[in-house]
T-cell receptor, first 113, second 113 residues
């Protein structure tokens, strides 16, 4: 119940395309869903996050869509660029004092020029 | 002006040795974490400290012992290193609030020979 399942494992898209990464969870106590971006040799960095009381959030070219009833959320990258090539992680946080994040398995995204 | 720093960046050692990884954050956060990222890029939390108090202790072998001398530092000591301990270890910090962003350090790549 503490798992977050992420797909696909890897994704290759042409420049300008719209990669979509999907995540699913079981635990209805999760109350915060961030996405992290990780470049090779670097630590993960927060990209965008959403709370379950909204269905969509946009920040620049990045959009999270959230479906509470289906317990699924996804990341869309508009007008993707080669510089977006990285590993993307979805995560979920339980509404507990420990502030514990459970991460998905990661998606290695490659944007071809 | 580094937010979360770790030393060393690389650590190569023999099986059976004892080693430490240090972490410091200058963000004024009250919570710090250790994560392990395996060869498949999977990120898993190991420990979390809030105001120097251990609040998350996942199923981690007793050979791993975190120590937090103050709110800005969280060190990880590993005894009797094993081949399976080879991974990238990330320190992170956050300020406990309704929706805390976790800031990650650059990681320490540990290789056990």
């Amino acid at each position: 119940q503490q798992q977050v399942k992420q797909s696909p494992q890897s994704l290759i898209v042409q420049k300008g395309g719209i990669p979509i990464i999907n995540c699913a969870y079981e635990n209805t106590a999760f109350d915060y869903f961030p996405w992290y971006q990780q470049f090779p040799g670097k630590g993960p960095a927060l990209l965008i996050a959403i709370r379950p009381d909204v269905s969509e959030k946009k920040e620049g070219r990045f959009t999270i869509s959230f479906n509470k009833s289906a317990k699924q959320f996804s990341l869309h990258i508009m007008d993707s660029q080669p510089g977006d090539s990285a590993t993307y992680f979805c995560a979920a946080r339980g509404h507990q004092g420990a502030q514990k994040l459970v991460f998905g398995q990661g998606t290695r995204l490659t944007i071809n020029p | 002006d580094t937010a979360v720093s770790q030393t060393p960046k690389y650590l190569v050692t023999q099986m059976g040795n004892d080693k430490s990884i240090k972490c410091e954050q200058n963000l004024g956060h009250d919570t710090m974490y250790w994560y392990k990222q395996d060869s498949k890029k999977f990120l898993k939390i190991m420990f979390s400290y809030n105001n120097k108090e251990l609040i998350i202790n996942e199923t981690v072998p007793n050979r791993f012992s975190p120590k937090s001398p103050d709110k800005a530092h969280l060190n990880l000591h590993i005894n009797s290193l094993e081949l399976g301990d080879s991974a990238v270890y990330f320190c992170a910090s956050s300020q406990v609030s309704s929706y805390n962003e976790q800031f990650f350090g650059p990681g320490t790549r540990l290789t056990v020979l």
